[in-house]
């Protein structure tokens, strides 16, 4: 029990928000590709490869899969929950790329900007399967055990330092699609609320709403397994 | 509208909570939440699934494979 918990750290400690290191396996790289930098504010990708890229250099596109692979497939991989679906997202967020880095002017960084636009291949795939993002019921109508003012009782589950971590994977994937989704994007992928509402074109305040609701059903759903570990 | 802290109720607190918390502010230093055992608890739990939920999700690595996958279909998208 004890190695499955998940020890508390600091924010400095978070583990999401660094750049993905290169990594030797995935494409063969052209010889003349100029080395990734960590310039260019933090994206990993050099000017000069990127401009290569944009020209339709074959070796630094993948030099710039190489890259970003870890972290695109990651993400895919979080807001699926399935490795055939992240592979297959993986691949249509590189194939939007492609199609696409031409168009990018650098406004952004470049890691910002493909990381949005895998959210964004991740979100039409989420629509495609029909699942509701943001469904107003769920964000105004408190339930039970939402509502504002419960009591706590005596036996409620204390989470003082550690966490199950299988208990609490499980209760992720067991919220309802949208809290799921507002919860990846926010807590996880680190977005804020005007993003999310402008990804999912709902307010900022049925955000912030669903994310608290999200919330609370992993703490309900935490404490009833606590219950049940403990009879 | 000037409310005293002492006056708030949880139920009030708690239908605030998703704004505060999504204000950015320190929703600790809230003075209901000074005084209320139970709203500091349920702020302390849901802060804390939150950054357990942070360490829950590392990168991984795609397979070796997904490269040649994607070279495939860049190719085929060309020839489209």
């Known amino acids: ?231 | 509208m000037s409310q005293e802290p002492k006056s708030m109720r949880c139920v009030d607190f708690q239908a605030q909570l998703p704004e505060l918390v999504g204000s950015g502010t320190s929703v600790a230093d809230h003075p209901h939440v000074k005084e209320c055992a139970l709203c500091r608890e349920l702020l302390e739990n849901l802060e804390t699934i939150a950054q357990a939920a942070r360490q829950l999700f590392p990168e991984v690595e795609p397979p070796d494979d997904l490269w040649e996958q994607i070279e495939t279909a860049i190719k085929k998208d060309g020839k489209g």
């Open chain 1, 1 to 231: 029990m004890g190695q499955s918990r998940v020890p508390i750290k600091g924010p400095s400690e978070e583990v999401d928000g660094t750049e993905p290191t290169v990594s030797p396996v995935g494409p063969s790289t052209a010889a003349a590709v100029p080395a990734p930098t960590r310039e260019n504010g933090g994206t990993g990708v050099s000017p000069e490869l990127l401009e290569l890229a944009q020209a339709g250099d074959h070796g630094a596109f993948a030099q710039i899969y190489s890259l970003h692979k870890r972290r695109i497939y990651s993400l895919c991989l979080r807001m699926l929950g399935n490795p055939a679906e992240a592979e297959d997202l993986t691949q249509e967020a590189f194939l939007q790329l492609h199609r696409k880095i031409a168009t990018f002017r650098g406004e952004s960084a470049f890691s910002t900007w493909l990381h949005r636009l895998a959210i964004n291949v991740v979100l039409m795939r989420l629509r495609k399967k029909g699942l509701q993002l943001i469904s107003l019921d769920e964000a105004m109508e408190p339930t039970t055990e939402e509502r504002p003012g419960r009591s706590f009782g005596t036996d409620d589950l204390r989470l003082t330092g550690t966490i199950d971590r299988l208990a609490l994977q499980r209760a992720i994937n067991d919220l309802p699609a949208g809290y799921r989704l507002i919860f990846m994007l926010h807590d996880i992928e680190g977005y804020e609320h005007n993003e999310i509402a402008d990804m999912l074109e709902c307010s900022i305040g049925n955000s912030k709403s669903q994310l608290h609701k999200a919330r609370l059903k992993l703490r309900d759903a935490l404490r009833i397994r606590a219950r049940e570990e403990g009879k």
